[in-house]
């Protein structure tokens, strides 16, 4: 049976949740934990990749598909959304059972979502929705920034899983194939041959979302399944405690920037899949919202920034190759990737933060081609239309991710793509392979899953993350290492230490067909640097340690070159595009390159003294004190949005900021906005309890982190005077120990006139215990257990919910004990504002326990 597509307006609610079960209980006993391990119970799959996706699934879930009959239906792309009703379910068994769809809900819909609902347009029984903040209006070039993707055989596999040989036709087709690789070193080119192996398609990144959309549009779905993809449309807010989503629709206003929350609306789903970038608003929500040992996320912001420039190379290139070009006298370099359209996109990149000089003192474009034709003068001409858009630009920044596991069952969500491991634009084409990769595999293990006819949806959705987190997220995090040493923006002919570890790997993988020539070519390359440099005597003592560190890495490299160069198989290029080998054992068999790397780094940048002698907390300290302080500190970055330290945790770490702006907020409102110098986290260190504020990242944060036991020694070793001046900033907003102090005490007399009615404990014993308490404070909304799920609290005031699956179990009141009675999948949530919880330690919870049983014994 064919049905018509009808159009669905954006922002259009999803069906709300009925039949919740509803209990209201008092806990005064607390049974045994009942609990399980918040990572996958399952065993790990090594090895697998997407072109054995569906035999892996297969395996791992032990079941055999049955046929299904796919019932026809035609989906067509109306306006700026992709819409498919389905006809009535007239074959019950065919699939799983007849009744109310599982709503899934991908945000985001570039390669990676489109993808996967292409994929799941096979399942039967689901109503898919996938989100997108963008409008529909930017399709071809898709902008001044967007260049070419490199798809090799990972990503031709993956493509074929999601929609067979005709999809990665029409893929293929809408691209070029690349014609090689030259390396231009001071305007000496050196041409190297393209992977091994089937040639690499490029195709701009917008190209590959048309076609998937266009797919998606014609291909029939499922019995009983019904997929829309709706443009203009941000998600404002994650809750994965209740299942729902906040959207907006930014189609009127065609500016994702203005956005009013009392026009967002509630969207519901069953399960969520974040595929929208680095920057996700799912993976955030991950990350601040599950756990903290449920969900490992690693951000790095690397180092330098870009721009891009589109334009023609002259005759005397070759016009299907890849340009990388390097000159020693140029602060930047210039990796330039052909199109389609016949034009190179030249990305012009820098290692520092901040903009050279040359093209910052660039004002017209005349200025600018000037700057380049003197740094590049092979270029002969940069056009004027090209050097506007290059100048009304603002330089990029590459955010490199990972995380693991890439789910969280209890709460029906994952991510993939960018969202889960993004390298940071330093491959050709890597970060989309991966995604189309995870966006079969997780296709895979849901069609497998849902077309058992399982009735429990639960356990079936929950197989099929646990399966697809097994088979990539292990994958996902080797990806990174790969690429820190195979991306070609690492090759600077000013990266003094890593340089020759960077541009020896980089001859050695990429011309591996005449290894010698090109291993020598290197040496002469670096050694003549050396020798043509002033004697050490007359260096100062840094740069007599690079120049001498650096005569070390290159007489490691030549010495180890031929032992390295017979230990590996395929150039990584040619495995990492025109094979299926598993990233995990790319990294295996690369190591010695990835550890002389990470070494030469480490010899190079390890003391943070220059950095830590501009922290106004620490202007006091002597030498020995900062260097003490300098050896503690280590480097962790987060994303704008991220959240650092939630109020009513344990703080666990002294911050200081050294790049970017953060947040205080308390009890939801914001404090204060620190910046590069401020530091965070002292007072509840200093006072043992939970913080009594929230720290987010306002912008891209670097933060310098100590923890707690190392904090508290280098305090105790500066003195009284120093520990007193760390509390100065936070008494300004009444946040200091005092006040801090003041309200804790305030949380133990309220638990101590509940606990007198329960416990079977004297005066100073009933003192001891709340001594060893702390006062948590939360808001409507806010998970209460997030953190210690296995710690007794005692709920001082307002009221909570236990939830499980975003459905209300029962009601927590005043005086209620929870903790390790909460049942696996189990959540407390806060239902009102100011919610008062005291927390016990583990000491401090057993003496409750035992008191409260006797009591309840005797009685």
């Not at 598909?65 to 074959?91: D, E, F, K, Y």
């Not at 206003?253 to 967002?264: K, L, Q």
């Not at 996109?345 to 004002?363: N, Q, R």
């Not at 499980?804 to 005043?814: A, C, I, N």
Request: glycine share 10%; charged share 20%; with cysteine.
């Amino acid at each position: 049976m064919l049905t018509h597509a009808t159009i669905v307006q954006p922002c259009a609610i999803l069906p709300a949740l009925t039949g919740s079960h509803r209990a209201s209980a008092n806990i005064r006993r607390v049974g045994r934990l009942h609990g399980e391990p918040m990572l996958s119970k399952h065993f790990f799959f090594r090895g697998f990749s997407g072109i054995c996706v569906a035999s892996t699934c297969s395996a791992w879930l032990a079941r055999k598909r049955t046929s299904s009959q796919i019932s026809g239906q035609t989906r067509h792309r109306i306006g700026r959304h992709l819409v498919a009703r389905p006809a009535t379910n007239t074959n019950p068994e065919g699939g799983r059972p007849r009744g109310k769809p599982l709503r899934v809900v991908i945000v985001g819909a570039g390669p990676g979502g489109l993808a996967l609902a292409c994929s799941l347009a096979g399942v039967p029984g689901l109503e898919v929705k996938v989100l997108e903040g963008r409008s529909r209006d930017r399709t071809g070039t898709g902008g001044a920034r967007s260049h070419s993707i490199g798809l090799g055989r990972r990503a031709r596999e993956a493509v074929i899983a999601v929609g067979g040989e005709a999809l990665w036709e029409r893929l293929a087709a809408s691209g070029m194939t690349a014609g090689g690789f030259t390396l231009h070193l001071n305007g000496v080119g050196v041409n190297l041959p393209p992977p091994e192996g089937e040639p690499v398609v490029l195709v701009d990144r917008w190209e590959i979302c048309n076609v998937l959309a266009k797919h998606l549009g014609t291909v029939a779905c499922a019995e009983g399944t019904s997929i829309s993809v709706e443009h203009g449309v941000k998600v404002s807010s994650v809750n994965l405690v209740d299942r729902t989503l906040l959207i907006s629709s930014t189609a009127k206003s065609g500016n994702p920037s203005e956005h009013d929350p009392a026009t967002d609306e509630e969207c519901r789903y069953d399960l969520l899949i974040g595929a929208n970038g680095v920057r996700s608003c799912v993976r955030q929500a991950m990350s601040s919202q599950l756990p903290r040992k449920s969900f490992e996320s690693e951000v790095q912001t690397k180092p330098g920034r870009w721009q891009v420039l589109h334009m023609e190379l002259p005759l005397t290139f070759a016009p299907k190759s890849v340009h990388a070009m390097v000159s020693s006298k140029a602060p930047f370099g210039l990796f330039c990737i052909p199109s389609v359209a016949g034009k190179h996109c030249v990305i012009v990149s820098w290692s520092t933060s901040e903009t050279p000089k040359e093209l910052l003192a660039a004002k017209t474009p005349e200025e600018f081609e000037k700057v380049m034709l003197d740094n590049f003068p092979s270029l002969v001409q940069v056009p004027r239309e090209a050097a506007e858009n290059f100048l009304s630009q603002r330089p990029s920044t590459a955010v490199v991710s990972r995380c693991r596991p890439l789910h969280n069952n209890e709460n029906a969500v994952c991510v993939l793509g960018d969202a889960a491991h993004a390298v940071g634009g330093g491959s050709l084409g890597q970060g989309c392979s991966a995604a189309l990769q995870d966006a079969a595999a997780l296709g895979s293990c849901l069609q497998e899953a849902l077309c058992t006819g399982q009735e429990d949806l639960e356990d079936v959705v929950q197989d099929a993350l646990d399966c697809f987190s097994d088979d990539r997220s292990a994958e996902g995090w080797a990806l990174l290492d790969l690429i820190e040493l195979q991306s070609a923006g690492e090759l600077r002919a000013g990266a003094l230490i890593q340089g020759p570890v960077v541009l020896g790997f980089f001859l050695e993988q990429l011309g591996r067909g005449s290894l010698r020539p090109l291993a020598d070519l290197g040496a002469r390359f670096m050694k003549a640097r050396l020798e043509t440099s002033q004697p050490l005597e007359h260096q100062n003592p840094l740069r007599q340690i690079g120049l001498l560190h650096e005569k070390v890495v290159i007489d490691t490299w030549t010495g180890l070159f031929d032992k390295v160069s017979s230990s590996v198989g395929p150039d990584m290029q040619t495995a990492l595009m025109a094979t299926d080998e598993p990233y995990s054992q790319l990294v295996d068999r690369n190591l010695p390159w990835l550890t002389l790397l990470q070494s030469a780094k480490a010899a190079f940048g390890g003391s943070q003294m220059s950095s830590v002698r501009k922290i106004p907390a620490l202007k006091n300290l002597n030498e020995v004190q900062l260097a003490n302080w300098a050896a503690a500190f280590s480097t962790e970055e987060k994303l704008a949005g991220d959240v650092i330290l939630r109020q009513s945790s344990l703080a666990r770490n002294f911050f200081v900021i050294s790049r970017g702006t953060c947040m205080v907020l308390c009890n939801g409102n914001e404090v204060v906005e620190l910046g590069p110098g401020a530091h965070f986290g002292s007072v509840a260190l200093l006072l043992g309890v939970p913080s009594s504020t929230s720290l987010i990242a306002k912008t891209d944060v670097t933060l310098l982190q100590i923890p707690g036991k190392i904090f508290h020694r280098l305090v105790e070793q500066a003195g009284p005077e120093f520990e007193a001046s760390l509390a100065k900033p936070a008494e300004n907003f009444q946040l200091g120990p005092t006040t801090v102090a003041a309200v804790q005490e305030e949380g133990r007399i309220r638990a101590r006139s509940l606990l007198q009615e329960c416990v079977d404990l004297d005066v100073d014993s009933l003192d001891e215990l709340l001594g060893t308490s702390g006062c948590e404070i939360y808001m409507e909304g806010e998970v209460v257990t997030l953190c210690e799920r296995e710690q007794v609290r005692l709920l001082e005031s307002g009221t909570c919910s236990v939830v499980r699956s975003s459905k209300e179990v029962r009601v927590l009141h005043p005086g209620d004990v929870f903790g390790p009675d909460l049942k696996p999948g189990e959540e407390v949530v806060a239902r009102t504002d100011n919610v008062f919880v005291c927390r016990f330690t583990h000491d401090g919870a057993s003496v409750l326990l035992d008191s409260m049983y006797s009591e309840n014994l005797v009685a």
